[in-house]
């Protein structure tokens, strides 16, 4: 079961730090990816990490502004988000899959979901 939390309201140009705790089992051996749905938009891609080494993933519209990490001792996996604007307003989801993903930036290839926090930035 995965938990996301962390969102809010803040100010265009401020911070957020968003967890994506597992509980139940070990958070190790997942990939883990964030995405983001806005009202009457599709659910889109917004971060990855991998299991396997680490590597991360961004797309073009929060790349420089966004980063992921894990810390598998609690697992949990981290999106900090900077220099937010008000594009940037959605809920966001955590989702997790086992091992590697060929492709993190389908939602379907992920198998576990949270429930969604809201993060509304204002201008």
């Known amino acids: 079961q995965l938990q996301a939390s962390g969102g809010g309201l803040v100010q265009a140009g401020g911070s957020l730090r968003l967890s994506c705790a597992a509980s139940?089992?070990?958070?190790?051996?997942?990939?883990v990816g964030w995405f983001r749905q806005a009202p009457g938009k599709e659910r889109e891609f917004v971060a990855a990490?991998?299991?396997?080494?680490?590597?991360?993933y961004f797309s073009d519209s929060v790349k420089g502004r966004f980063t992921i990490s894990r810390d598998n001792a609690m697992s949990t996996v981290y999106l900090q988000m900077s220099g937010l604007k008000p594009d940037d307003t959605a809920v966001y989801y955590c989702?997790?899959?086992?091992?590697?993903?060929?492709?993190?930036?389908?939602?379907?290839?992920?198998?576990?979901w949270g429930q969604g926090t809201q993060v509304t930035v204002s201008s």
């Open positions: 989702a997790a899959e086992i091992g590697g993903i060929h492709n993190f930036t389908f939602p379907r290839n992920y198998n576990y």
């Open positions: 139940g089992r070990t958070f190790s051996g997942f990939s």
């Open positions: 990490i991998s299991c396997r080494d680490g590597s991360t």
